[in-house]
């Protein structure tokens, strides 16, 4: 069973910084990224990395987060600056290996204005 361990979630003020990681307890995924759900509103998609290190990101956050692989430690991170309290929401890490997609259970952040 593979297992998505999240970590780096918190509070912050808006302005700040976090830096969210994602351990996978095994490897060999094609796609890993980071969708995020706030109150009230469906789960959006945020960052992806594929194993070739091509990235993609949401509008929202382009300029401001950066996703990053360490492929030798399975981890997937997301280093965000510039944060805002529109970034408050549950982040969750994500990894694709086809037929299967596994999900961590997410890490909250917050940010207060």
């Known amino acids: 069973q593979v297992q998505l361990v999240e970590s780096g979630g918190g509070f912050v003020q808006a302005g700040g910084s976090l830096r969210l990681s994602c351990a996978a307890s095994e490897s060999s995924f094609i796609r890993m990224g980071w969708y995020r759900q706030a109150p009230g509103k469906q789960r959006e998609l945020v960052a992806t990395?594929?194993?070739?290190?091509?990235?993609d990101y949401a509008d929202s956050v382009k300029g401001r987060f950066t996703i990053s692989r360490d492929y030798a430690k399975n981890t997937v991170y997301l280093q965000m600056n510039s944060l805002k309290p529109e970034d408050t929401a549950v982040y969750y890490c994500y990894a694709i290996r086809p037929p299967y997609d596994y999900w961590g259970q997410g890490t909250l952040v917050t940010v207060s204005s």
């Open positions: 990395i594929t194993s070739g290190g091509n990235t």
